[in-house]
């Protein structure tokens, strides 16, 4: 019979998908004029050291998750390196769900850091 992930190593995906979706949001933000899946993929790395590190099969579903869920627009841009590519911007509906989140988030942790006093 195959073992299935710990219960640890299911916790840290489920945490990690809804943190990656709001980094993602966070990100957008930061590039009002827009930013491609390669940007956001790279800025996500380097602004978190390493821990945000996602690939294309994790990154694209995302993209494509929250832009059903009309908080991204996409429009296309001719690349000067390569094919037309995606750009990517917060819709308004994303700017508001994204300041509700950062509230959310900042309480969560400020409530489990009072957990460890």
Request: charged share 35%; aromatic share 6%.
């Amino acid at each position: 019979m195959e073992k299935g992930p710990s219960f640890e190593e299911s916790w840290k995906i489920e945490i990690r998908r809804g943190i990656l979706q709001y980094a993602v949001l966070a990100i957008v933000k930061l590039h009002e004029e827009g930013i491609h899946g390669y940007g956001i993929a790279r800025e996500l790395e380097e602004r978190t050291d390493g821990l945000l590190r996602v690939k294309e099969g994790t990154l694209y579903p995302i993209l494509h998750r929250l832009r059903k869920e009309r908080l991204l627009n996409v429009h296309t841009e001719k690349s000067e390196s390569g094919p037309i590519r995606k750009v990517y911007v917060l819709t308004g509906e994303g700017d508001r769900v994204y300041r509700q989140l950062t509230i959310s988030v900042n309480d969560i942790f400020e409530k489990l850091e009072a957990l460890n006093k």
